[in-house]
């Protein structure tokens, strides 16, 4: 289960980022999740619920934000959302797209005290 260690990641990250500004707890944090990062979502949520236990995340509302894939064809341009690393063009049917967005995970905002 990569999910639990990507969740140590983030906390690991929240955490370092809230010290290095003098703060004692954080209250919010935002991530935003792309469809195509490679995540199972609940179990991500499972890890987290588990990993901010006795951390500067203990209380803090975590807000995630799914972002849908979409890919532009390198053969005629068309942009158009994607379901998986290699859906072809609905417009020209070439299979040379590039994913331009849906595989992110990262941390957006961190709010601390």
């Known amino acids: 289960m990569h999910e639990l260690s990507i969740a140590q990641s983030i906390v690991e990250l929240a955490e370092q980022q ?9 209250e919010e944090l935002e991530l935003e999740i792309g469809s195509l990062a490679g ?4 179990s991500l949520e499972f890890a987290l619920e588990s990993s901010v236990k006795g951390t500067m995340l203990n209380d803090a509302r975590i807000v995630r ?3 849908k894939a979409e890919g532009r064809c390198g053969d005629c341009e068309t942009e158009f959302p994607v379901e998986t690393l290699f ?4 417009k020209c049917g070439s299979y040379a797209v590039k994913i ?10 961190i709010v601390v005290k």
């Open 65 to 67: 934000h799914d972002i």
């Open 87 to 90: 859906s072809p063009c609905p």
């Open 18 to 26: 809230a010290r290095s500004h003098k703060a004692t707890a954080i």
């Open 39 to 42: 995540v199972e979502l609940q």
């Open 100 to 109: 331009i967005r849906g595989k992110e995970l990262r941390i957006k905002s």
